[in-house]
T-cell receptor, first 107, second 116 residues
Framework: GQSLEQPSEVTAVEGAIVQINCTYQ??????LSWYQQHDGGAPTFLSYNGLDGLEETGRFSSFLSRSDSYGYLLLQELQMKDSASYFCAVKDDKIIFGKGTRLHILP | GAGVSQSPSNKVTEKGKDVELRCDPISGHTALYWYRQSLGQGLEFLIYFQGNSAPDKSGLPSDRFSAERTGGSVSTLTIQRTQQEDSAVYLCASSPSGGWAYNEQFFGPGTRLTVL
């Protein structure tokens, strides 16, 4: 079957670095995307990886290894406003979102 | 407006009634998507439009669910004979072109549906 796995919760300290992992199992693959969603808000796009390697956008970076069916989102210099849920998403023959990782940030 | 809009923002209905949810995508965006999100859960894909046609409707949970898009713009999601398990937030997103994985999706604020 098709599935995406990501941790349900991660806790980190303000100013630190945190990595949110995503592993996927799909028969086909058209790229890995990451979205951020604050409580009560709509998801907003963070990044897309179609090829292996690291994509950097400001404090956020995303990595993909297609051979390992694995990717991660890296958040640096954490700020309290980064407290949110983070979703990875993959398109195979069907669009699949992970269940999300809730990021808690401690002062 | 500049973003994706959805209406109504909240809808409370009785079991067995039909409901219509509306999505206005960003002007010029050819691709439109509907998702469903239950409390604390991920996004469940429902249907995808490219223009007025729906190349991927694989996520519609039952034949009580249908969607259409007219003029390559506004889309409506209709749920007939609503059930309590249909209660969720229904999210619409649009993007400038299809092949969603290659393009950023812009989400609307969602419609919170409660079926009593």
């Amino acid at each position: 079957g098709q599935s995406l796995e990501q941790p349900s919760e991660v806790t980190a300290v303000e100013g630190a670095i945190v990595q949110i992992n995503c592993t996927y199992q799909t028969s086909g693959f058209y790229g890995l995307s990451w979205y951020q969603q604050h409580d009560g808000g709509a998801p907003t796009f963070l990044s897309y990886n179609g090829l292996d390697g690291l994509e950097e956008t400001g404090r956020f970076s995303s990595f993909l290894s297609r051979s390992d069916s694995y990717g991660y989102l890296l958040l640096q210099e954490l700020q309290m406003k980064d407290s949110a849920s983070y979703f990875c998403a993959v398109k195979d023959d069907k669009i699949i979102f992970g269940k999300g990782t809730r990021l808690h940030i401690l002062p | 407006g500049a973003g994706v809009s959805q209406s109504p923002s909240n809808k409370v209905t009785e079991k067995g009634k039909d409901v219509e949810l509306r999505c206005d995508p960003i002007s010029g965006h050819t691709a439109l998507y509907w998702y469903r999100q239950s409390l604390g859960q991920g996004l469940e894909f429902l249907i995808y439009f490219q223009g007025n046609s729906a190349p991927d409707k694989s996520g519609l949970p039952s034949d009580r669910f249908s969607a259409e898009r007219t003029g390559g713009s506004v889309s409506t999601l209709t749920i007939q004979r609503t059930q309590q398990e249909d209660s969720a937030v229904y999210l619409c997103a649009s993007s400038p072109s299809g092949g969603w994985a290659y393009n950023e999706q812009f989400f609307g604020p969602g419609t919170r549906l409660t079926v009593l």
